[in-house]
């Protein structure tokens, strides 16, 4: 440490500072850990030594849990998951870059192949004339001949031509498809990397916790009240997630049937029934019982929980939800109404696209990763419907989902229960 000193050596002296806070921690000693430890993150902060901060981090949020001060505890650990998740997150950007990389040059490789082809092609064209040309000045007398073959030879290459054409859309199509697929899976692994991982470490921190040291009833319930609401999201963004994935990559897949939609929304109601009750909002199912739907009814399940979710988000405190239905001649009208924060005219805009995948923080300060809204907007036109939003800041939001060609009338016994 006095080499250290002497040489100002702050990356030596953070190297030193770690390791001994760690032997500290191993012989159970947090206190004398603490210091060094603290010294040691000041250091890393101050030079930007990255790797060896992270280590610091970690060492320190040990140092307080074996002193059963789970606050500094929790708060060190946190920083240390933030700082990993960042390095893990550039790691695998580097990774990214030399895929993408990698798939340009593979890109520009096919091109090149193309375009000798097409010369190939156009070469063996041009040879092919020019001997059909000589043939026709040394045998005059075989003019119907050299006709007839000359005829059977443009008939030929433009069929080549029509062949090396369709090839080539071919292949313009597959390169589009792989770009297309590529980008998704890049959005893919960004969401997973950056929207999900955060709340699945907090997770496993508070778990590390409770599986390493005992507490008391308070802690717990605290905890596990903190877990439930982070699985929860979890859950429901997991599902959005693949639900969004499957239809970017396989395409959607109706099942169309008749059902009740009156029954379909009071299930998806009593799944947020309990985070209603705890935000004081009520739901209000005013959808006539009779009201039957021809449509998959998986999918406008998944419609109504994300437009319940999205309510019961943005609703305050003593809020309502209603859903309602009216029947036209060959459409049905559905109507989810909040009486939330509303959104302003750029929320609006944003709402429904692909490449910004729009979220805001709820009332509560719950989070979303944006998908909720995309999947509901693909599913409903995918149903042969349409959907519009009115909204008015400060004052509720109105949902509108328009499907035509509707039955009036549905026999009893084909109904899905």
Same mark, same amino acid.
């Given at each position: 440490m006095q080499l250290a000193d002497n040489s100002s050596n702050s990356y030596l002296k953070i190297s030193l500072l770690y390791r001994l806070g760690g032997s500290y921690n191993l012989i159970k000693k947090p206190h004398q850990a603490i210091p060094l430890l603290k010294e040691a993150i000041a250091i890393g902060e101050k030079h930007g030594y990255k790797d060896e901060l992270e280590r610091s981090l970690k060492s320190i949020a040990e140092s307080y849990t074996q002193l059963n001060d789970y606050k500094s505890a929790y708060s060190y650990q946190s920083q240390f998951i933030k700082l990993h998740d960042s390095l893990e997150s550039h790691k695998k950007q580097e990774q990214l870059s030399v895929a993408q990389a990698t798939f340009d040059s593979e890109r520009k490789q096919s091109q090149i192949e193309i375009l000798t082809r097409d010369a190939a092609l156009q070469q063996e064209a041009y040879n092919q004339q020019r001997l059909l040309t000589y043939a026709f000045i040394g045998f005059a007398v075989l003019l119907l001949i050299f006709i007839t073959v000359l005829w059977f030879n443009n008939k030929r290459l433009h069929a080549a031509k029509k062949i090396v054409d369709f090839k080539n859309q071919e292949i313009k199509k597959q390169t589009t498809l792989l770009r297309e697929t590529n980008a998704t899976k890049d959005k893919l692994f960004s969401i997973i990397s950056h929207d999900l991982r955060s709340p699945i470490a907090g997770m496993k921190s508070l778990m590390e916790l409770i599986s390493r040291h005992g507490l008391t009833q308070g802690e717990f319930i605290q905890v596990s009240q903190s877990l439930r609401k982070n699985i929860d999201s979890v859950y429901d963004d997991m599902d959005n997630l693949l639900q969004w994935a499957q239809s970017q990559l396989n395409g959607l897949k109706l099942k169309k049937e008749h059902f009740s939609l009156h029954s379909l929304v009071s299930d998806k109601m009593?799944? !947020?029934?309990?985070?209603?009750? $705890?935000? #004081?909002?009520?739901?209000? *199912? +005013?959808?006539?019982?009779?009201? @039957?739907? !021809? $449509?998959?009814? *998986?999918?406008?399940?998944?419609?109504? #929980?994300?437009?319940?979710?999205?309510?019961?988000? !943005?609703? +305050?405190?003593?809020?309502?939800?209603?859903? +309602?239905?009216? #029947?036209?001649?060959?459409? @049905?009208?559905i109507e989810v109404k909040d009486r939330g924060v509303g959104m302003t005219d750029k929320d609006l805009v944003n709402l429904f696209h692909k490449e910004t995948h729009f979220s805001k923080r709820g009332t509560n300060n719950e989070k979303g990763i944006g998908l909720g809204l995309i999947l509901t907007k693909e599913f409903v036109e995918a149903n042969g419907g349409s959907i519009s939003v009115f909204s008015e800041l400060g004052k509720g939001t109105i949902f509108s989902i328009r499907l035509d060609n509707q039955p009036k009338e549905v026999k009893e016994a084909t109904l899905v229960a």
């Open positions: 009593h799944l !947020f029934q309990e985070v209603a009750n $705890a935000k #004081r909002v009520m739901l209000v *199912n +005013s959808v006539e019982e009779d009201l @039957v739907l !021809f $449509a998959d009814m *998986n999918q406008m399940g998944l419609v109504l #929980r994300n437009l319940i979710a999205n309510g019961v988000k !943005f609703s +305050s405190p003593g809020g309502l939800l209603e859903i +309602s239905a009216v #029947r036209g001649d060959t459409n @049905v009208t």
